[in-house]
Protein backbone atom coordinates (compact mmCIF):
# COMPACT_ATOMS: atom_id res chain seq x y z
CA UNK A 1 0.00 0.00 0.00
CA UNK A 2 1.16 3.51 -0.72
CA UNK A 3 0.63 6.24 1.38
CA UNK A 4 0.55 9.75 0.22
CA UNK A 5 0.67 12.52 2.61
CA UNK A 6 0.08 15.75 0.72
CA UNK A 7 2.52 18.86 1.92
CA UNK A 8 1.11 22.26 2.72
CA UNK A 9 0.23 24.13 -0.75
CA UNK A 10 0.57 21.10 -3.03
CA UNK A 11 -2.79 22.31 -4.37
CA UNK A 12 -5.11 21.41 -7.88
CA UNK A 13 -3.87 24.55 -8.98
CA UNK A 14 -0.41 23.79 -8.63
CA UNK A 15 -0.65 20.41 -10.78
CA UNK A 16 -2.39 22.28 -13.32
CA UNK A 17 0.64 24.92 -13.48
CA UNK A 18 3.37 22.87 -13.34
CA UNK A 19 1.88 20.59 -15.98
CA UNK A 20 1.01 23.18 -18.29
CA UNK A 21 4.42 24.77 -17.92
CA UNK A 22 6.30 21.14 -18.91
CA UNK A 23 4.19 21.61 -21.94
CA UNK A 24 5.66 24.90 -22.30
CA UNK A 25 9.22 23.95 -22.02
CA UNK A 26 8.49 21.28 -24.56
CA UNK A 27 6.85 23.51 -26.83
CA UNK A 28 8.19 26.92 -26.75
CA UNK A 29 11.36 26.80 -24.82
CA UNK A 30 13.06 24.06 -26.18
CA UNK A 31 12.77 25.27 -29.78
CA UNK A 32 14.07 28.92 -28.83
CA UNK A 33 17.17 27.16 -26.84
CA UNK A 34 18.03 25.46 -30.23
CA UNK A 35 18.05 28.55 -32.03
CA UNK A 36 19.82 30.15 -29.14
CA UNK A 37 22.41 27.12 -30.11
CA UNK A 38 22.78 28.05 -33.49
CA UNK A 39 24.27 31.21 -32.69
CA UNK A 40 27.07 30.92 -31.05
CA UNK A 41 26.48 33.34 -28.21
CA UNK A 42 26.76 31.76 -25.37
CA UNK A 43 23.58 29.89 -23.10
CA UNK A 44 21.47 31.58 -21.61
CA UNK A 45 22.79 31.44 -17.63
CA UNK A 46 26.53 31.79 -19.91
CA UNK A 47 25.83 34.28 -22.04
CA UNK A 48 28.81 35.61 -24.17
CA UNK A 49 29.42 39.88 -22.64
CA UNK A 50 28.65 42.47 -25.80
CA UNK A 51 31.98 45.14 -25.27
CA UNK A 52 30.44 46.81 -22.40
CA UNK A 53 29.92 43.69 -20.44
CA UNK A 54 26.59 43.10 -20.64
CA UNK A 55 24.77 40.34 -21.54
CA UNK A 56 24.71 39.31 -25.62
CA UNK A 57 21.81 40.45 -26.88
CA UNK A 58 20.98 37.78 -28.72
CA UNK A 59 20.84 35.96 -25.16
CA UNK A 60 18.93 38.86 -23.70
CA UNK A 61 15.94 38.87 -26.72
CA UNK A 62 15.95 34.70 -26.03
CA UNK A 63 14.76 35.60 -22.74
CA UNK A 64 12.47 38.44 -23.30
CA UNK A 65 10.87 35.96 -25.82
CA UNK A 66 10.05 33.00 -23.46
CA UNK A 67 8.88 36.08 -20.81
CA UNK A 68 6.66 37.78 -23.70
CA UNK A 69 5.33 33.70 -24.56
CA UNK A 70 4.93 32.80 -20.97
CA UNK A 71 2.94 35.80 -20.02
CA UNK A 72 0.74 34.92 -23.08
CA UNK A 73 0.23 31.21 -21.98
CA UNK A 74 -1.17 32.79 -18.59
CA UNK A 75 2.87 31.65 -16.84
CA UNK A 76 4.37 34.35 -15.88
CA UNK A 77 2.90 35.98 -12.67
CA UNK A 78 1.26 32.81 -10.60
CA UNK A 79 3.41 35.02 -7.60
CA UNK A 80 1.28 37.97 -7.83
CA UNK A 81 -2.29 38.80 -6.49
CA UNK A 82 -3.38 40.07 -9.57
CA UNK A 83 -1.93 36.92 -11.41
CA UNK A 84 -2.27 33.51 -10.17
CA UNK A 85 -2.69 34.38 -6.64
CA UNK A 86 -0.80 31.35 -5.30
CA UNK A 87 -0.04 31.53 -1.78
CA UNK A 88 3.94 31.45 -0.75
CA UNK A 89 3.79 27.23 0.06
CA UNK A 90 1.93 26.98 -3.40
CA UNK A 91 4.81 29.00 -4.84
CA UNK A 92 7.44 27.03 -3.52
CA UNK A 93 6.71 24.13 -5.48
CA UNK A 94 5.98 25.95 -8.45
CA UNK A 95 9.34 27.22 -8.03
CA UNK A 96 11.02 24.10 -7.18
CA UNK A 97 9.59 22.61 -10.05
CA UNK A 98 10.55 25.55 -13.11
CA UNK A 99 14.23 24.91 -11.37
CA UNK A 100 14.38 21.10 -11.25
CA UNK A 101 13.30 21.13 -14.97
CA UNK A 102 14.66 24.26 -16.54
CA UNK A 103 18.08 23.75 -15.24
CA UNK A 104 20.05 26.33 -15.99
CA UNK A 105 17.96 26.62 -19.59
CA UNK A 106 15.83 29.70 -21.04
CA UNK A 107 12.80 28.58 -18.87
CA UNK A 108 13.80 29.96 -15.99
CA UNK A 109 12.87 33.26 -17.90
CA UNK A 110 8.99 31.78 -18.09
CA UNK A 111 8.76 32.59 -14.29
CA UNK A 112 8.87 36.35 -13.17
CA UNK A 113 11.58 37.69 -11.65
CA UNK A 114 13.50 40.53 -10.83
CA UNK A 115 12.68 41.44 -14.48
CA UNK A 116 9.05 41.18 -13.74
CA UNK A 117 5.91 42.38 -11.56
CA UNK A 118 6.45 41.68 -7.37
CA UNK A 119 4.69 41.69 -4.20
CA UNK A 120 6.05 45.61 -3.81
CA UNK A 121 4.52 47.20 -6.95
CA UNK A 122 1.09 46.01 -6.25
CA UNK A 123 0.99 48.68 -4.34
CA UNK A 124 1.29 51.13 -6.90
CA UNK A 125 -1.64 53.83 -7.68
CA UNK A 126 -4.28 52.95 -10.49
CA UNK A 127 -2.64 55.24 -13.17
CA UNK A 128 0.95 53.78 -12.39
CA UNK A 129 -0.87 49.97 -12.56
CA UNK A 130 -1.88 50.55 -16.26
CA UNK A 131 1.15 52.05 -17.21
CA UNK A 132 3.96 50.18 -15.49
CA UNK A 133 2.74 46.88 -13.94
CA UNK A 134 -0.06 45.69 -16.81
CA UNK A 135 2.75 45.74 -19.12
CA UNK A 136 5.68 43.94 -16.98
CA UNK A 137 2.89 41.22 -15.96
CA UNK A 138 2.03 41.36 -19.97
CA UNK A 139 6.34 40.61 -20.65
CA UNK A 140 6.01 43.76 -22.63
CA UNK A 141 8.64 45.45 -20.40
CA UNK A 142 10.94 44.72 -17.53
CA UNK A 143 11.72 46.30 -14.30
CA UNK A 144 14.76 46.82 -12.23
CA UNK A 145 14.75 47.14 -7.98
CA UNK A 146 17.28 49.68 -7.29
CA UNK A 147 17.94 49.84 -3.24
CA UNK A 148 21.48 49.64 -2.71
CA UNK A 149 24.34 52.13 -3.24
CA UNK A 150 28.03 51.86 -3.45
CA UNK A 151 28.35 52.57 0.00
CA UNK A 152 25.72 51.71 1.61
CA UNK A 153 24.23 47.89 1.17
CA UNK A 154 23.17 46.42 4.23
CA UNK A 155 22.76 49.73 6.24
CA UNK A 156 19.87 50.94 3.83
CA UNK A 157 18.29 53.86 5.98
CA UNK A 158 21.93 55.06 5.49
CA UNK A 159 21.83 55.75 1.71
CA UNK A 160 22.51 58.88 -0.28
CA UNK A 161 19.61 58.84 -3.17
CA UNK A 162 17.08 61.96 -2.01
CA UNK A 163 14.01 62.92 -3.55
CA UNK A 164 12.20 66.19 -2.73
CA UNK A 165 8.82 67.05 -3.42
CA UNK A 166 8.16 70.43 -6.79
CA UNK A 167 4.40 70.58 -6.75
CA UNK A 168 2.81 67.44 -6.77
CA UNK A 169 5.63 66.06 -8.34
CA UNK A 170 8.92 64.42 -6.70
CA UNK A 171 12.45 65.02 -7.93
CA UNK A 172 15.60 62.41 -7.62
CA UNK A 173 19.06 62.62 -7.44
CA UNK A 174 21.76 60.06 -6.46
CA UNK A 175 23.12 56.91 -7.56
CA UNK A 176 22.49 53.12 -7.33
CA UNK A 177 24.40 50.12 -7.99
CA UNK A 178 24.55 46.64 -7.59
CA UNK A 179 21.44 46.67 -9.80
CA UNK A 180 20.21 43.53 -11.56
CA UNK A 181 18.78 44.22 -14.81
CA UNK A 182 19.99 47.76 -14.79
CA UNK A 183 21.31 47.94 -18.42
CA UNK A 184 17.77 46.74 -19.86
CA UNK A 185 14.93 47.83 -17.59
CA UNK A 186 12.04 49.88 -18.97
CA UNK A 187 10.82 50.60 -15.21
CA UNK A 188 13.09 51.16 -12.13
CA UNK A 189 11.74 50.45 -8.51
CA UNK A 190 14.08 53.01 -6.72
CA UNK A 191 13.61 53.79 -2.62
CA UNK A 192 15.04 57.07 -1.88
CA UNK A 193 15.31 59.41 1.06
CA UNK A 194 11.71 61.73 1.71
CA UNK A 195 11.97 62.70 5.08
CA UNK A 196 15.82 62.12 6.56
CA UNK A 197 15.93 61.12 10.36
CA UNK A 198 12.31 59.53 10.15
CA UNK A 199 14.00 55.87 10.18
CA UNK A 200 11.70 53.50 9.09
CA UNK A 201 9.74 55.70 7.64
CA UNK A 202 12.38 58.15 6.04
CA UNK A 203 11.97 56.72 2.56
CA UNK A 204 9.29 56.04 -0.34
CA UNK A 205 9.42 53.73 -3.45
CA UNK A 206 9.29 55.84 -6.92
CA UNK A 207 8.48 54.21 -10.31
CA UNK A 208 10.64 55.83 -12.72
CA UNK A 209 10.87 55.80 -16.13
CA UNK A 210 14.08 54.91 -17.90
CA UNK A 211 13.29 57.42 -20.87
CA UNK A 212 13.06 60.22 -18.01
CA UNK A 213 15.22 63.32 -18.17
CA UNK A 214 18.16 62.65 -16.00
CA UNK A 215 18.03 59.05 -16.22
CA UNK A 216 20.93 57.51 -17.24
CA UNK A 217 22.66 53.90 -17.11
CA UNK A 218 26.13 53.92 -15.78
CA UNK A 219 28.94 50.98 -15.93
CA UNK A 220 28.35 46.96 -15.90
CA UNK A 221 29.63 45.50 -12.18
CA UNK A 222 31.11 42.57 -13.17
CA UNK A 223 30.26 39.51 -10.50
CA UNK A 224 31.31 35.75 -9.93
CA UNK A 225 27.84 35.30 -12.10
CA UNK A 226 29.39 36.50 -14.76
CA UNK A 227 26.04 37.63 -16.71
CA UNK A 228 26.16 41.05 -17.60
CA UNK A 229 23.36 41.98 -16.11
CA UNK A 230 24.66 44.25 -12.97
CA UNK A 231 25.20 47.48 -12.84
CA UNK A 232 24.99 51.13 -11.89
CA UNK A 233 22.02 53.55 -12.84
CA UNK A 234 22.27 57.60 -12.20
CA UNK A 235 19.14 59.64 -11.37
CA UNK A 236 19.88 63.87 -12.50
CA UNK A 237 16.97 65.50 -10.98
CA UNK A 238 14.75 63.13 -12.45
CA UNK A 239 10.83 64.13 -12.56
CA UNK A 240 8.80 61.22 -11.06
CA UNK A 241 5.07 62.14 -11.25
CA UNK A 242 3.00 61.85 -7.77
CA UNK A 243 1.02 58.76 -9.36
CA UNK A 244 4.18 56.76 -9.52
CA UNK A 245 4.97 56.53 -6.04
CA UNK A 246 4.43 53.35 -4.49
CA UNK A 247 2.03 53.05 -1.67
CA UNK A 248 2.15 56.24 0.69
CA UNK A 249 5.27 58.35 1.52
CA UNK A 250 7.17 56.76 4.00
CA UNK A 251 6.33 53.18 2.73
CA UNK A 252 9.61 53.11 1.34
CA UNK A 253 11.41 50.73 3.82
CA UNK A 254 8.68 48.42 4.18
CA UNK A 255 7.93 48.10 0.58
CA UNK A 256 11.81 47.67 0.13
CA UNK A 257 11.29 44.92 2.69
CA UNK A 258 8.51 43.15 0.89
CA UNK A 259 10.77 43.26 -2.26
CA UNK A 260 13.52 41.61 -0.43
CA UNK A 261 11.33 39.31 1.42
CA UNK A 262 10.46 37.90 -1.88
CA UNK A 263 13.52 36.81 -3.16
CA UNK A 264 14.33 35.34 0.32
CA UNK A 265 11.57 33.38 0.21
CA UNK A 266 12.31 32.37 -3.24
CA UNK A 267 14.88 30.58 -2.38
CA UNK A 268 12.84 27.49 -0.78
CA UNK A 269 11.64 26.07 -4.41
CA UNK A 270 14.54 27.69 -6.18
CA UNK A 271 17.31 25.70 -3.97
CA UNK A 272 15.21 22.36 -3.36
CA UNK A 273 14.50 22.40 -7.50
CA UNK A 274 18.69 23.03 -8.79
CA UNK A 275 19.29 20.56 -5.60
CA UNK A 276 17.22 18.08 -6.69
CA UNK A 277 19.17 18.63 -10.33
CA UNK A 278 22.40 18.65 -9.16
CA UNK A 279 21.60 15.30 -6.92
CA UNK A 280 20.34 13.51 -10.41
CA UNK A 281 23.32 14.55 -12.04
CA UNK A 282 25.58 13.67 -9.46
CA UNK A 283 24.18 9.91 -9.00
CA UNK A 284 24.37 9.51 -12.82
CA UNK A 285 27.69 10.55 -13.04
CA UNK A 286 28.59 7.83 -9.66
CA UNK A 287 27.13 5.70 -11.70
CA UNK A 288 28.46 6.00 -14.72
CA UNK A 289 32.45 6.83 -13.91
CA UNK A 290 34.59 4.35 -12.96
CA UNK A 291 37.67 3.72 -10.83
CA UNK A 292 39.66 0.73 -10.23
CA UNK A 293 36.80 -1.00 -12.63
CA UNK A 294 33.82 -0.19 -11.12
CA UNK A 295 31.80 2.87 -11.01
CA UNK A 296 32.41 5.00 -8.22
CA UNK A 297 28.99 5.14 -6.82
CA UNK A 298 29.93 1.84 -5.31
CA UNK A 299 32.49 3.71 -3.05
CA UNK A 300 31.39 4.51 0.38
CA UNK A 301 32.80 7.86 0.11
CA UNK A 302 30.71 8.81 -2.94
CA UNK A 303 27.91 7.32 -1.59
CA UNK A 304 27.81 9.75 1.45
CA UNK A 305 28.24 12.60 -0.46
CA UNK A 306 25.16 12.13 -2.31
CA UNK A 307 23.47 11.05 0.80
CA UNK A 308 25.02 14.41 2.45
CA UNK A 309 23.26 16.32 -0.56
CA UNK A 310 19.58 14.43 -0.34
CA UNK A 311 19.75 15.49 3.47
CA UNK A 312 20.53 19.14 2.40
CA UNK A 313 18.07 19.61 0.08
CA UNK A 314 15.20 17.42 1.94
CA UNK A 315 15.66 19.21 5.36
CA UNK A 316 15.84 23.07 3.52
CA UNK A 317 12.82 22.04 1.61
CA UNK A 318 10.97 20.57 4.28
CA UNK A 319 11.89 23.91 6.91
CA UNK A 320 11.26 26.45 3.84
CA UNK A 321 8.00 24.97 3.02
CA UNK A 322 7.02 24.78 6.93
CA UNK A 323 7.81 28.55 7.18
CA UNK A 324 5.83 29.77 4.30
CA UNK A 325 2.71 28.26 5.38
CA UNK A 326 2.93 29.42 8.64
CA UNK A 327 3.55 32.67 6.87
CA UNK A 328 0.76 31.95 4.42
CA UNK A 329 -1.25 31.90 7.63
CA UNK A 330 -0.72 35.22 9.46
CA UNK A 331 -2.40 38.18 9.64
CA UNK A 332 -1.35 40.16 5.67
CA UNK A 333 0.47 37.42 4.82
CA UNK A 334 4.41 37.02 3.74
CA UNK A 335 4.24 40.71 1.98
CA UNK A 336 2.09 42.76 4.32
CA UNK A 337 2.53 46.63 4.53
CA UNK A 338 3.01 46.81 8.15
CA UNK A 339 4.62 43.35 7.92
CA UNK A 340 3.29 40.93 10.90
CA UNK A 341 6.44 40.85 14.13
CA UNK A 342 6.67 37.17 13.65
CA UNK A 343 7.27 37.03 9.82
CA UNK A 344 10.86 38.98 9.35
CA UNK A 345 12.68 35.83 11.41
CA UNK A 346 10.84 32.98 9.30
CA UNK A 347 11.54 34.63 6.06
CA UNK A 348 15.27 34.93 7.20
CA UNK A 349 15.03 31.70 8.42
CA UNK A 350 13.94 30.43 4.97
CA UNK A 351 17.20 32.68 3.58
CA UNK A 352 19.98 31.66 5.35
CA UNK A 353 19.26 28.05 5.44
CA UNK A 354 18.59 27.57 1.88
CA UNK A 355 21.77 29.56 1.15
CA UNK A 356 24.22 27.41 3.36
CA UNK A 357 22.50 24.09 2.32
CA UNK A 358 22.56 24.84 -1.61
CA UNK A 359 26.49 26.22 -1.09
CA UNK A 360 27.11 22.81 0.89
CA UNK A 361 24.96 20.92 -2.05
CA UNK A 362 26.73 22.78 -4.83
CA UNK A 363 30.38 21.88 -3.75
CA UNK A 364 29.79 18.21 -2.85
CA UNK A 365 28.45 18.15 -6.98
CA UNK A 366 31.23 19.83 -8.15
CA UNK A 367 33.46 17.14 -5.90
CA UNK A 368 31.30 14.10 -7.23
CA UNK A 369 32.38 14.99 -10.57
CA UNK A 370 36.10 15.44 -9.80
CA UNK A 371 38.09 17.68 -12.81
CA UNK A 372 34.71 17.85 -14.83
CA UNK A 373 32.57 19.80 -12.11
CA UNK A 374 35.57 22.62 -12.54
CA UNK A 375 35.03 22.83 -16.12
CA UNK A 376 34.71 26.11 -16.78
CA UNK A 377 30.63 26.96 -17.78
CA UNK A 378 29.88 23.53 -16.76
CA UNK A 379 26.22 23.09 -14.93
CA UNK A 380 28.25 22.49 -11.76
CA UNK A 381 30.85 25.02 -11.63
CA UNK A 382 28.44 27.98 -12.78
CA UNK A 383 25.54 26.65 -10.07
CA UNK A 384 29.09 26.83 -7.15
CA UNK A 385 29.68 30.08 -8.56
CA UNK A 386 26.03 30.73 -8.18
CA UNK A 387 25.91 29.18 -4.60
CA UNK A 388 28.49 31.33 -3.45
CA UNK A 389 26.83 34.25 -4.56
CA UNK A 390 23.52 33.87 -3.02
CA UNK A 391 24.57 34.21 0.56
CA UNK A 392 24.60 37.77 -0.31
CA UNK A 393 22.34 39.93 -2.15
CA UNK A 394 18.64 40.32 -0.57
CA UNK A 395 20.47 40.53 2.54
CA UNK A 396 23.67 38.64 3.42
CA UNK A 397 23.47 35.91 5.84
CA UNK A 398 24.97 37.41 9.01
CA UNK A 399 21.68 39.47 8.34
CA UNK A 400 19.19 37.17 8.17
CA UNK A 401 20.49 35.79 11.50
CA UNK A 402 20.18 39.32 13.34
CA UNK A 403 16.59 39.06 12.06
CA UNK A 404 16.44 35.14 13.63
CA UNK A 405 17.83 36.21 17.05
CA UNK A 406 15.55 39.63 16.97
CA UNK A 407 12.64 37.39 16.57
CA UNK A 408 13.47 34.99 19.43
CA UNK A 409 14.38 37.83 21.82
CA UNK A 410 10.99 39.88 21.36
CA UNK A 411 9.39 36.52 22.68
CA UNK A 412 7.10 36.80 25.80
CA UNK A 413 8.63 40.65 25.91
C1 LIG B 1 24.82 39.78 -8.14
C2 LIG B 1 24.20 40.83 -7.27
C3 LIG B 1 22.95 41.34 -7.60
C4 LIG B 1 22.36 42.33 -6.82
N1 LIG B 1 21.16 42.86 -7.22
C5 LIG B 1 20.63 43.91 -6.54
C6 LIG B 1 19.43 44.56 -7.00
O1 LIG B 1 18.83 44.15 -8.01
N2 LIG B 1 18.98 45.64 -6.32
C7 LIG B 1 19.60 46.12 -5.20
O2 LIG B 1 19.14 47.10 -4.64
N3 LIG B 1 20.74 45.53 -4.73
C8 LIG B 1 21.27 44.44 -5.37
N4 LIG B 1 22.43 43.85 -4.93
C9 LIG B 1 23.09 44.36 -3.72
C10 LIG B 1 22.97 43.41 -2.52
O3 LIG B 1 21.66 43.41 -2.03
C11 LIG B 1 24.02 43.85 -1.49
O4 LIG B 1 25.29 43.52 -2.02
C12 LIG B 1 23.81 43.17 -0.15
O5 LIG B 1 22.64 43.66 0.47
C13 LIG B 1 25.00 43.37 0.80
O6 LIG B 1 25.37 44.71 0.89
P1 LIG B 1 26.90 45.14 0.71
O7 LIG B 1 27.39 44.48 -0.55
O8 LIG B 1 26.99 46.60 0.77
O9 LIG B 1 27.66 44.46 1.91
P2 LIG B 1 28.00 45.18 3.36
O10 LIG B 1 26.74 45.79 3.84
O11 LIG B 1 29.17 46.08 3.08
O12 LIG B 1 28.42 43.97 4.20
C14 LIG B 1 29.78 43.50 4.31
C15 LIG B 1 29.86 42.46 5.41
O13 LIG B 1 29.51 43.06 6.68
C16 LIG B 1 28.42 42.36 7.27
N5 LIG B 1 27.53 43.31 7.92
C17 LIG B 1 27.17 44.56 7.52
N6 LIG B 1 26.32 45.11 8.38
C18 LIG B 1 26.10 44.18 9.34
C19 LIG B 1 25.28 44.15 10.52
N7 LIG B 1 24.53 45.21 10.88
N8 LIG B 1 25.31 43.04 11.28
C20 LIG B 1 26.07 41.96 10.94
N9 LIG B 1 26.86 41.94 9.82
C21 LIG B 1 26.86 43.03 9.05
C22 LIG B 1 27.72 41.69 6.10
O14 LIG B 1 26.95 40.57 6.52
C23 LIG B 1 28.88 41.30 5.21
O15 LIG B 1 29.47 40.10 5.64
C24 LIG B 1 23.03 42.82 -5.67
C25 LIG B 1 24.29 42.29 -5.33
C26 LIG B 1 24.87 41.32 -6.11
C27 LIG B 1 26.21 40.77 -5.72
Redesign the pocket.
Known amino acids: MTVTISPAGATDRVAAYTERFAAFLTDEVEPLEADLDRQDVGSPWNPRLDEAGRMHPAVWEARREVQRRSAAAGLYNPHVPSGGGFCRAEMQHVEEFVYRHSGLGLGLAALGW?EGANPAIEHCSDAARSRWLEPLMAGEITA?????EIS????VLAMQTRARRDGSDWILDGT?A????AHFADVVQVTAVTEPGAGTRSLSMFLVDAGAPGFSRGRDIP?M?DDGL?GELHFDGVRVPAEDVVGEVGDGFALAMAWINWRRLCRGGMCAGWGEWLLARAIDRARERTSGGRPIAELQAVQHMLADMDADVYAARAASLQAQAELDAMPGGAFGVPLHADAPRLMSLVKVLNDEAFFRVADRAVQVHGGTGLRLGSPEEKLFRLAR?LK?????V??QR?AIARGLLRRGQ
Open positions: TAFANTVGTDKWITNTLTNIPAGTEIN
